[in-house]
C-alpha cells in the first residue's frame, strides 16, 4: 500500500513539472480589438425588436412543452405496481 501512494506522489509530481506550449506566444487571428463587453439588459433590449418570431421554433418548443407533460405521469400503471408489491411482500415471508 505505501508503495502504491508512494508512486502515485512520484507520478503526480511529475505531471506537475510538465512544459505545456505557451498561449500567449500565439499570434492572434486579427489585429481588431475585442469585443466590449455590454449589459445583458442593453442586449436584450436590441433583440426584442430586431428579432422575428420563428415557426419553426416556436412549434419544436410546443412539442417539448408536451413530451414533459407526458413525462410527468406515473411511471408504473396500477397493475404493474400490484404485481411488483405482491412480489415484495411473498420475498419478505
Known amino acids: 500500500m505505501t508503495v502504491h501512494i508512494a508512486l502515485l506522489t512520484v507520478l503526480c509530481l511529475t505531471a506537475a513539472c510538465a512544459q505545456f ?41 410546443e412539442r417539448l412543452r408536451t413530451r414533459a407533460s407526458l413525462m410527468r405521469g406515473p411511471i408504473l400503471d396500477p397493475a404493474t405496481r400490484a404485481r411488483l408489491s405482491a412480489a415484495i411482500r411473498v420475498g419478505r415471508a
Open 21 to 61: 506550449p505557451q498561449i500567449d506566444a500565439q499570434a492572434p487571428a486579427s489585429d481588431a480589438p475585442p469585443p466590449a463587453l455590454v449589459p445583458i439588459d442593453t442586449l436584450l433590449a436590441q433583440a426584442d425588436g430586431s428579432v422575428a418570431a420563428d415557426t419553426t421554433l416556436l412549434a419544436r418548443a
